[in-house]
């Protein structure tokens, strides 16, 4: 087995430990007496529902490679880089799974990474994701270098050139913060709050009401109200009429979760999640704040796709760039007009416009709605020509 796949199936074991030492691990206890994680912080539904939301739609999103020709973006169909990238990134993932697991990874530990396999040529020819937490970036010499460690003790250095990094936050030049420990307060309190509403509905804090006696029940007096009380329980027995002897009163102490502020911390924990990671309320089918009806719903996710998803695209097309293109010339686009997409008649209105203001060709506007090739009389396309990556 070759140095790589060993390196390799060290980075693919699963974890027996967490990869963090005690002081780390004492870092990540918080004011709510919650232990925060990237792992236990998945168990809060807005979190989890928002790193899938932004990781899935990433990956849905079609990939263009161009290349840069005689002052025109030709569009690419075929070549290494290509099919890296649209095709198969490695022997087991697909376009999909890849660039799911870098938001992911991005979106919880800080930064998604993925080490860049080559060839002989220095062509890429892989890329392998990589656990965040075994990575730690060394900068020595004036260069920058990615120490990969796993739980065997094992570990490799990588020049930055071999390593795809895509840092969700940082403050320093070659560094990431997790946004789950800088936020690891907010998310202690929406475990706790969770772990709160729990036990009240598992443990009976809530009842619905207490007897009250003027005096002092003997024991034996106490089992006997119990035995009476018994009578009255169950759903068949609701709404009977109670009868109370001994100058006994029942008296009502009804402490419903919204009297705790339960419901009020939910909605205040995910409108706070939402505004760590920028995804609107009404994504995370929480509608308490919004309106469900006309364009301020639409608005809102285009303020999503604008301020949330288009940051995250330009900085992945210019790492992808930067670390796998050969060619200098060579563009990757995430095509955005899928998402984007309006009605089919106010589609058909702006293409008709493009169409007759000579902004976009025939064959332009059917590669945007999937459509088969024009061809000519010579059965060649009518539209603009497709080649090859010659890498």
Known sequence: MSIFNKIKSLLYETRSTPFYDEADFELKNTWSGATVTEETSLS?????????????????????????????????????????????????????????????????????????ERDKKGTPIA???????????????????????????????????????????GTSVYGWKSPIQIHRETIGLALATAEFGARIFGQGTNPSGFIKSPNKLQPQSLESLKKDLESYAGLGNSHRLMILEHGLEFQRASLPPVDLQYIESRVFTNSEIGRIYGVPLHLLQSNEKTTSWGTGIEELTLGFISYTIQPILTQLEQELKNKLCIDPNMIIKFNLDGILRGKLTERYSAYSAAL????????????????????????????????????
Request: glycine letters at 8%.
């Open 356 to 391: 007759s203001s000579g902004w976009l060709t025939k064959e332009e506007i059917r590669n945007k709605e999937g459509e088969n090739t024009l061809l000519d009389s010579n059965g060649g396309s009518e539209g603009d020509k497709i080649v090859e990556d010659k890498e």
């Open 127 to 169: 890329l392998w994701p990589l656990i965040t937490d075994y990575v730690t970036p060394v900068f020595k010499n004036n260069k920058l270098f990615y120490k990969i460690s796993s739980n065997k003790g094992a570990s490799t250095v990588l020049n930055s050139g071999d390593v795809l990094c895509l840092p969700y936050f």
């Open 44 to 116: 809060v539904t807005a979190i989890f529902a928002s790193v899938k939301l932004i990781s899935t739609v990433i990956a849905m999103l079609p990939l263009n490679i161009y290349l840069k020709k005689d002052g025109k973006n030709v569009l690419l169909n075929k070549g290494t880089i290509y099919d890296l990238l649209t095709s198969e990134p490695n022997e087991f993932l697909t376009p999909f799974k890849f660039f799911s697991l870098m938001i992911t990874y991005n979106h919880l530990y800080g930064a998604g990474m993925a080490e860049i």
